[in-house]
């Protein structure tokens, strides 16, 4: 029968960056957080169903300018779920803030992948965090609408709320074409290696759970109202071929926030920072400079 959490032992064995994993007790459970390089503190937060094997090309590359911090979100990869909690936006952003103080290394820098990016600027509004700027990959920040946005969260509740519904998708994910079909309707093409890993994932209950726990409390209004007072910069990178956040979200965004960047990115998708490490790491050091963070790195 399948495990219902990833285990360090046997799904970490060969994990991305594991000489920089650490495990550490912080908001009453236990998180997986990896840590690396010197400089200004860059916070990365990964996706709704992603873990820290995300960041795997781009975490060597920014550790060369900053102080690395990527944890897994709770209950993702091998941080625990946080008992009787809901995995609300706010639930997440309060416990993320809590890492961060107990690791003492509280941002200078935040950059958050798709769901990431909307609990990163939940901690900046919250005064949680007080970075330069937040970075948004392929960020999720609006609500959906129509629709999709009456049948979506209450189809996520009703999964989340039957036991068996993350077994099943584990068992589908062992069919290797599941995953890959799953990743390329992202719009994204990933390598074998960053297929392998997603799979070793959705093979595990637990984490099915917290990703359906996740779309089932997700709501992004009380965010989208709030976002105008953000003080710090938002800056978005947008693939254009992502088909998991439509690229036409970041122009509703510019119409609403006129202070809000957008940096095109043409030919990618959703994953884009898998995709392409290299292109994303020089967008993040350049957007750094700019902001004045490139002194504080060679200080």
Partial sequence: MTSNRPDWATDGRDWPNRSASRFVRAAGFRWHVQVAGEGPVLLLAHGTGAATHSWR????????????????LPGHGFTDTPTGARLSLPVMARALTELTRTLGLPP???????????????????????????????????????????????????????????????RRAAERSVVERLLRDTGSALDPRGVELYARL???????????????????????????????????????????????????LKAMLPGLRVIPLPTLGHLAHEEQPERIAALITSLAEELGLASLAEA
């Fill in 202 to 252: 959705v093979r595990r209950p637990a984490h099915v759970a917290a990703a359906l726990g996740m779309m089932a409390n997700w709501d992004l209004h009380p965010l989208l109202r709030d976002l105008r007072r953000l003080k710090p910069p938002l800056i978005l990178l947008v693939g254009g071929a992502d088909r998991t956040i439509p690229p036409a979200d970041a122009r509703r």
């Fill in 57 to 72: 090309g781009l975490l060597p590359l920014l550790a060369s300018r900053f102080t690395v911090v990527a944890p897994d």
């Fill in 108 to 170: 200078d820098l935040a950059a958050g992948h798709s769901a990431g990016a909307a609990i990163l600027a939940r901690m900046t509004l919250d005064a949680g965090i007080a970075p330069r700027a937040v970075i948004g990959l392929n960020a999720a920040l609006l609500p959906f609408e129509g629709f999709a946005g009456q049948v979506f969260s209450p189809i996520a509740r009703m999964l989340a709320g039957v036991p068996a519904v993350p077994w099943f998708f584990a």
